[in-house]
C-alpha cells in the first residue's frame, strides 16, 4: 500500500493567514492526488482533485500543487468557516489511500 | 443533484456480521463505480472497497477476507457486508461515488464526491 504522510498534524493560525499542509507519499503518485475538507460530524468534502483541479463551488482561496511524492494544499487567506481537518488521499493505486488529517485551529 | 444515504443497524455484536445500504438519489448508480469508506471514532479514513454497475469489486486487501460490496442496480442501492467484527470496526461508514475522468496523459483520475452524511456502526455485546 502508498502511505500518505501529512505535515503538520495539526497547525493554529489566525483568520487572513496564509497556510500551507504537505502531502507526503511513500512512492510517486504522479499527481494523483486529492485533498478533501472534513468539519466536526460532517462527511469529507472534495476540495480538490488531480493535485490542482478545484472541485467546482470551492473558494478560489483553496489551490494545490506538486507531482511525484510531494503535494501541498494552500490556503491564501484563511476564513472563518476553513477551520477543519485537511486529508490528502491517492489515487494512484488499489487500495486507495488518505493521509492522517492536519486539523486547522483557531490561534 | 446526487444524494447518497447510508442506512443499517448502529449496533451490531461481536463475532456477527455488519451490513449497510447505501441508497443514491439524483442519478442513476449505472454510470459509476461506488465505494465504502469508514473512519473510527477521532481517527483518519479507510477506504473499504468498491463496486460497479456491473457486479465487478475491488477490496482493500486489509479487509478483504471479511468484506463483501454488492450492487442492486434495479434500486438504485449498493451495499457491504462486513463479517466477523470486532471492536475495531466501531466506526462511521460512509458511501462515496468513485468519479474519474481521463487526464492529458490517457490515464483515468479518481476521485470520491459526493458522499453519504455517514453512519456510526458500533460492534459492542
Known amino acids: 500500500d502508498i502511505q500518505m504522510t501529512q505535515s503538520p498534524s495539526s497547525l493554529s493560525a489566525s483568520v487572513g493567514d496564509r497556510v500551507t499542509i504537505t502531502c507526503r507519499a511513500s512512492?510517486?503518485?504522479?499527481?494523483?492526488l486529492n485533498w478533501y475538507q472534513q468539519k466536526p460530524g460532517k462527511a469529507p468534502n472534495l476540495l480538490i482533485y488531480a493535485t490542482s483541479s478545484l472541485q467546482s463551488g470551492v473558494p478560489s482561496r483553496f489551490s494545490g500543487s506538486g507531482s511525484g511524492t510531494d503535494f501541498t494544499l494552500t490556503i491564501s487567506s484563511l476564513q472563518p468557516e476553513d477551520f477543519a481537518t485537511y486529508y490528502c488521499q491517492q489515487s494512484s493505486t488499489l487500495p486507495r489511500t488518505f493521509g492522517q488529517g492536519t486539523k486547522v485551529e483557531i490561534k | 443533484q446526487v444524494q447518497l444515504q447510508e442506512s443499517g443497524p448502529g449496533l451490531v455484536k461481536p463475532s456477527e456480521t455488519l451490513s449497510l445500504t447505501c441508497t443514491v438519489s439524483g442519478d442513476s448508480i449505472d454510470t459509476y463505480r461506488w465505494s465504502w469508506i469508514r473512519q473510527p471514532p477521532g481517527k483518519g479514513l479507510e477506504w473499504i472497497g468498491n463496486?460497479?454497475?456491473?457486479?465487478?469489486?475491488n477490496y482493500n486487501p486489509s479487509l478483504e477476507s471479511r468484506v463483501t460490496i454488492s450492487i442492486d442496480t434495479s434500486k438504485n442501492q449498493f451495499s457491504l457486508k462486513l463479517s466477523s467484527v470486532t471492536a475495531a470496526d466501531t466506526a462511521v461508514y460512509y458511501c462515496?461515488?468513485?468519479?474519474?475522468?481521463?487526464?492529458?496523459?490517457?490515464?483515468?483520475?479518481?476521485?470520491?464526491?459526493?458522499w453519504g452524511q455517514g453512519t456510526l456502526v458500533t460492534v459492542s455485546s
Open positions: 463496486v460497479y454497475s456491473s457486479g465487478s469489486t
Open positions: 462515496a461515488r468513485d468519479n474519474r475522468r481521463r487526464d492529458s496523459s490517457g490515464w483515468y483520475v479518481h476521485w470520491f464526491d459526493p
Open positions: 512512492q510517486s503518485i504522479s499527481t494523483y
